[in-house]
């Protein structure tokens, strides 16, 4: 590497704001690459031409009106897509360099590396202590009550619901409050110890106060996991979020450090999306 090109890496470096634990340079590549994504339900095109770094130990947002293909690209990641019927895409998304849609790729493998959070807090109607082991049990993370303890007590108190919940294990998870089940099942998706969480607007069902400790939670997962996250509240994007990329029909609009995309944005309808004037 000549001396110029490291001076550029810095620059870019410094000039995107990211964590302090967060990099983008040659030694800390995307964990997750879109490139050039394009997906169809039958004839009907959701995503366009798609290209987007993902970067661990940050939390990326996706941003856009209804519509947009917010949902269609999370599912894409995890291939969740692959059981739409009539589904197909083109381009390629790379996790940590491999491409997920490789013909040699297991998709349970795939699925395996990431974790799921819902709109809707949706934990088993089976007891807290089962939502928490289940993906672990499956994957043979634990194998004996020892191990299901330890674990089930450590995942709880990295989501923040130990001192809640310690003494109601055995209740079902359903009986929580909504709050405290969207933790629970943030505990449900970490249980098993994936490398990227994906949440599709995970605070929408929630009220201020719930919201205020699950975005608390995700700030403490970013410094372990990528993290990306669909939010329709600006003001969340910009709490929670280190980058965010802007949809439109489709497409990729604008994509950088969230405070350039959503007080700078480069784009008109970027901008008029990102103050509300329409979405
Ligand atoms: N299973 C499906 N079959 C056919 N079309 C679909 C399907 N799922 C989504 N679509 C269409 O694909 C486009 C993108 O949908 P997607 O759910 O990805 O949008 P979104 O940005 O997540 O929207 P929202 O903010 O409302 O959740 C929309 O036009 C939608 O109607
Ligand atoms: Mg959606």
């Not at 291939?79 to 996790?95: F, Q, S």
């Not at 799921?116 to 672990?136: E, L, T």
């Not at 969480?197 to 719930?210: K, N, Q, Y």
Request: hydrophobic share 40%.
């Amino acid at each position: 590497m000549t001396d110029d090109t490291k001076h550029a890496e810095t620059l870019i470096d410094y000039d995107l704001h990211v964590g302090e634990d967060a990099r983008h340079d040659a030694a800390h590549p995307a964990k997750l690459r879109v490139e050039g994504v394009n997906f169809w339900y039958d004839r009907k095109q959701a995503l366009e031409n798609v290209s987007l770094d993902i970067f661990d130990r940050e939390v990326t947002a996706l941003i856009g009106p209804s519509g947009c293909g917010k949902t269609t690209l999370l599912r894409c990641l995890n291939r969740t897509n692959d059981i739409v019927a009539g589904a197909r895409m083109t381009g390629r998304i790379l996790l940590d360099g491999a491409d997920i849609n490789d013909p040699d790729v297991d998709p349970p493998q795939i699925r395996r590396r990431f974790g799921w959070v819902a709109q809707k807090p949706n934990p088993f109607p089976r007891s807290v202590f089962y939502n928490v082991v289940y993906g672990a049990r499956l994957h043979g993370v634990v194998r004996t009550r020892a191990e299901e303890d330890a674990l089930v007590r450590d995942v709880l108190e990295r989501t923040g619901l130990w001192d809640e919940v310690k003494d109601r294990l055995n209740e079902p998870g359903t009986a929580l409050s909504g709050g405290q089940q969207q933790r629970l099942c943030v505990a449900r998706a970490i249980s098993d110890d994936p490398e990227v969480l994906l949440m599709d607007e995970p605070a929408s069902a929630l009220d201020p106060i719930a919201t205020m400790h699950l975005e608390e939670l995700i700030e403490t997962l970013r410094k372990r996991y990528c993290i990306v996250i669909i939010t329709h509240n600006m003001q969340q994007a910009a709490r929670i979020s280190q980058r965010a990329a802007f949809f439109h029909l489709g497409r990729l609009v604008e994509a950088g450090d969230t405070q350039d995309v959503l007080l700078n944005p480069q784009t008109d309808l970027c901008r008029n999306y990102v103050t509300g004037r329409f979405g």
